[in-house]
């Protein structure tokens, strides 16, 4: 995406997730999908993580990672970006925190603290859950989120049984 100064850039962050048919693939179809997108420029991806599930945990494990991306997109276009993708690859919204081929999470948008219907940044719990907060410290550890970096959640929160699933964050290029 050309930035000539006529757009207001922005960065933010992803959550990308799922446990149901190949994660991975979905995850790497998604990032694709979102790259495709004239306003949305992937930055850098984490190393993909195998994760016990949350919430809900009688189900398979997940596979997660996240990204920062660079768009011209508002908070809410950013989201139906991301839905619209899930939506190609066949997401089907059952139950919370149940199993599922995709999921696209918007977690942080530049500093925005954003509460609207159906949007709320930085995501939800986010600084709560491992599985979110190791794969994105791994990118940007200075990333705030409630007066706090990221890299500081991530050190105070229990990890585990999660692991890396792949050597390095360019597994989805392949």
Known sequence: M???????????SLGLGGNVGDPQA??????????????IDILTVS?????????KVDQDWFYNCCALVRTSLTPRQLLEACLAVE????RVRRERWGPRIIDVDVLTYDCAIVDEDGLAIPHPH?????FVLLPLNEID??????EK???????D????????????????LG
């Open 2 to 12: 050309p930035d000539d100064g006529s757009t207001k850039m922005h960065r933010a």
């Open 26 to 39: 979905s995850m790497a179809a998604a990032l694709g999908l979102l790259n495709a997108m004239t306003e």
């Open 47 to 55: 190393r993909v993580y195998r994760t016990p599930p949350w919430g």
């Open 87 to 90: 939506s190609k690859l066949k």
């Open 126 to 130: 986010m600084h709560e859950r491992a």
């Open 141 to 146: 550890g200075t990333i705030m989120v409630r």
């Open 149 to 155: 970096p990221v890299s500081q959640w991530a050190s």
């Open 157 to 172: 929160v229990d990890g585990t049984g999660i692991e890396p699933a792949s050597k390095d964050g360019s597994w989805w």
